[in-house]
């Protein structure tokens, strides 16, 4: 094996231990959601009322079909309200509830704590350095 193929492969096994573990504790913590929901959460609160499914769709990079069903779960425990897009009738956009809001500032906490716990001293600059060697944009893809 390459050092190249160690080093990813040791890169995917920090980032699947390290999510693991923080679903782990968000499990514990009362009025948090996961990783996935926080995302979703996050993108809403940001937009200012105007992230569209296709705007979770890409942003996770899962198929629109997928996000619409992970927005209609949030909508279905009152996290999130579709409201009717501005300008395009035909679409809506995703907007956080009060609960919503809450579930976002609790699991923003949790994510906060749990990291600095996990990670330790020089944790966070330790990700900031790996986050600073990641290419800003998409890697090329071939079809």
């Given amino acids: 094996m390459s050092t190249t193929e160690a080093n990813f492969r040791a890169l995917v ?13 968000l499990r514990t913590t009362m009025g948090a959601v ?16 105007s992230t569209r499914v296709q705007d979770v769709a890409d942003e996770l990079l899962i198929t629109v079909g997928a996000a619409s069903r992970l927005t209609d779960r949030l909508e279905a425990d009152g996290l999130v309200s579709r409201n009717p897009h501005p300008t395009d009738r035909r679409g809506s956009v995703i907007v956080p509830t009060e609960t919503g809001r809450d579930a976002l ?31 800003a944009t998409e890697l090329p893809t071939t079809t």
């Fill in 105 to 135: 500032a609790t699991t923003t906490s949790a994510i906060a704590a749990a990291l600095e716990d996990i990670l330790g001293e020089g944790g966070a600059a330790a990700l900031a350095a790996i986050a600073a060697l990641l290419p």
């Fill in 13 to 25: 096994h920090f980032e699947t231990v390290l999510w693991n573990e923080l679903e782990r504790r």
């Fill in 34 to 49: 996961s990783l996935g929901r926080h995302r979703i959460l996050e993108l809403a609160a940001q937009s200012n009322g």
